[in-house]
């Protein structure tokens, strides 16, 4: 499974746009990107997954180019309580097992 | 939020005691997954099961072993505690892998001190 590599910190302000980006340069044709949320002593949250170009949902977009090497998690307008631990991670499909390998991830940080 | 629970929640123990994590959920879940997040670290990967009586080793999984007998259950054993595994534990459950939708579901978490 490829492995990712995230920033370890970002800072931003309420109501900013946040890009957080991820690269997955060993990623496989079955392979997909899912991105988390975790917040101090609790458990990930899942965000958004995706296979290539955009998906949005509620919350976020996750935008994958062409070459599937990197995909950005943009979080729009975010609030203090976007202050949380972000993981992008890349699992398999297809082989009838789904092993997943988390980065160390990305320090949001959101000031007022 | 998926029915999803851990005990204990917190536990201290001694080295070269034996552990166990349980890890128990009411969705009815075939995968589950157990990691270890440790500072600087992120989520790692232990053992993960694909059924009952079906385990595969993830990427930490020396000192570990695991079992699951039911489909609620899944425990995860430390056979002889070490200090270096002195972390916290979560476990997830996936619904539907590969079938659209891989979204794991993560459990509260249980703080292992191994002193």
């Known amino acids: 499974l490829a492995k990712t590599t995230q920033p370890i910190s970002m800072d931003s302000y309420e109501g900013q746009e946040v890009n957080i980006t991820c690269s997955h340069n060993?990623?496989?044709?079955?392979?997909?990107i899912t991105w988390y949320q975790q917040f101090p002593s609790q458990g990930p949250r899942f965000i958004i997954q995706?296979?290539?170009t955009k998906v949005t949902n509620e919350v976020a977009s996750l935008f994958i180019p062409a070459d599937r090497k990197s995909s950005t998690l943009s979080l729009p307008r975010v609030s203090l309580s976007d202050t949380a631990v972000y993981y992008c991670?890349?699992?398999?499909?297809?082989?009838?097992?789904?092993?997943?390998?988390f980065g160390t991830g990305t320090r949001l940080k959101v000031l007022a | 939020d998926a029915g999803i629970t851990q005990s204990p929640r917190h536990k201290v123990t001694e080295t070269g005691t034996p552990v166990t994590l349980r890890c128990h959920q009411t969705?009815?879940?075939?995968?589950m997954y157990w990691y270890r997040q440790d500072p600087g670290h992120g989520l790692r990967l232990i053992h993960y099961?694909?059924?009952?009586?079906?385990?595969d080793k993830g990427e930490v999984s020396d000192g570990y072993s695991v079992s699951r007998s039911k489909t609620e259950d899944f425990l995860l054993t430390l056979e002889s505690a070490t200090s270096s595994q002195t972390s916290v534990y979560f476990c997830?459950?996936?619904?539907?892998?590969?079938?659209?939708?891989?979204?794991?579901?993560f459990g509260p978490g249980t703080r292992l001190t191994v002193t």
């Open positions: 991670l890349v699992g398999r499909r297809g082989s009838g097992t789904y092993k997943y390998i």
């Open positions: 969705e009815n879940h075939r995968y």
């Open positions: 099961s694909y059924g009952v009586k079906d385990t």
């Open positions: 997830a459950t996936i619904a539907y892998p590969g079938q659209g939708s891989d979204e794991q579901y």
């Open positions: 995706g296979y290539k």
């Open positions: 060993n990623i496989a044709t079955n392979d997909y």
